[in-house]
């Protein structure tokens, strides 16, 4: 977590900085013998992620459990362990207003499960996580805040006390979280835009992204990430492409392997790649797909062998 890491802002939390596939967890210690664990990572990490639990709760001066998950955003990498963590500590799940009703009835059209071909257990939700209605845990008053753009449901939350902002995919040290409304023809760039603004006028002096280490430098950024924002609102089919390469890519560390044949004919079939190729044009949806495989396997993000694709 480099310098971030023994900042006073995250004095008595944890972080759980996880590989690419599952987000950021964070676990704070109510000090009432109950804990709180910000997102919980992806589905096949799951068993992971319990286990990272476990051990810290074991660890704490006193005896302490897991009571209450919350999600910043129902992405499947960022709550893929929410069922697992309710079978093995009996925890409530809170999430954002405008997911609730979907993950209700797992409506994984309206969860996006379905459309971006992405894996998630079932799991059910006990609360609603309310922008505007302060969230305690930790010891600390959290400001939730609404925060689309990446997307549209997405909260991020400020510990105006302590300086500390947990972004989720808002902002990272390097950008943030691939735009997925725009794969989807709706506009999001300017909600992104505001969302950078709000988090500039917050005054963080400590963030925990939804990826990536920790980091104090959050002028630098914003700078970054608001350079990135304006080449895609300059080049839209750009971050097509990046979007369209960082579905691929997820797919393929969930599965691990795949023949070229059954991955291009999952790429054909996955309705979010489908709208996406749709609203830039050009080459065969199927000749796209190879295109942006072309270009994983010369990045070293994905490799081919004897005709099966495995993930680097």
Avoid at 15 to 44: I, Y
Wanted: glycine content about 10%; hydrophobic content about 45%.
């Amino acid at each position: 977590m480099a310098a971030a890491s023994h900042h006073p802002a995250l004095e008595g939390l944890q972080v759980f900085e996880r590989g690419w596939l599952s987000s950021n967890n964070l676990l704070l210690f109510d000090g009432n013998g109950s804990a709180t664990l910000f997102d919980s990572g992806h589905v096949t990490h799951a068993a992971q992620t319990a286990a990272l639990v476990r051990h810290a709760l074991a660890a704490a001066a006193q005896p302490t459990r897991l009571a209450r998950v919350v999600n910043t955003h129902l992405h499947s990498d960022h709550c893929g362990g929410n069922a697992t963590l309710q079978r093995v500590f009996d925890v409530e799940v809170w999430v954002p207003p405008g997911r609730h009703d979907a993950v209700l009835a797992w409506d994984e059209a309206a969860l996006t499960y379905q459309s971006s071909g992405q894996l998630c257990e079932r799991f059910t939700p006990q609360q609603v996580l309310m922008p505007g209605v302060p969230l305690h845990a930790g010891g600390r008053r959290w400001e939730v805040l609404a925060a689309p753009g990446h997307d549209p449901h997405s909260v991020i939350l400020f510990d105006a006390a302590g300086g500390l902002l947990v972004s989720a995919d808002a902002l990272w040290e390097n950008g943030f979280g691939v735009v997925f409304p725009e794969l989807e023809g709706e506009s999001a760039f300017d909600d992104v835009a505001a969302v950078l603004d709000l988090i500039e006028r917050l005054g963080a002096q400590v963030v925990v992204p939804g990826h990536g280490a920790p980091f104090t430098d959050v002028a630098g950024a914003l700078q970054r990430a608001r350079s990135r924002l304006a080449v895609f609102r300059g080049e839209p089919a750009r971050h097509t492409r990046h979007g369209a390469k960082v579905l691929l890519k997820y797919h393929l560390m969930e599965v691990r392997e795949q023949p070229l044949g059954a991955l291009i004919d999952w790429y054909t079939r996955t309705p979010m790649l489908r709208r996406a190729h749709a609203g830039i044009g050009g080459a065969s949806l199927h000749d796209w797909a190879h295109a942006l495989l072309a270009d994983l396997l010369k990045s070293g993000a994905l490799v081919l062998l004897d005709g099966v694709v495995h993930d680097a």
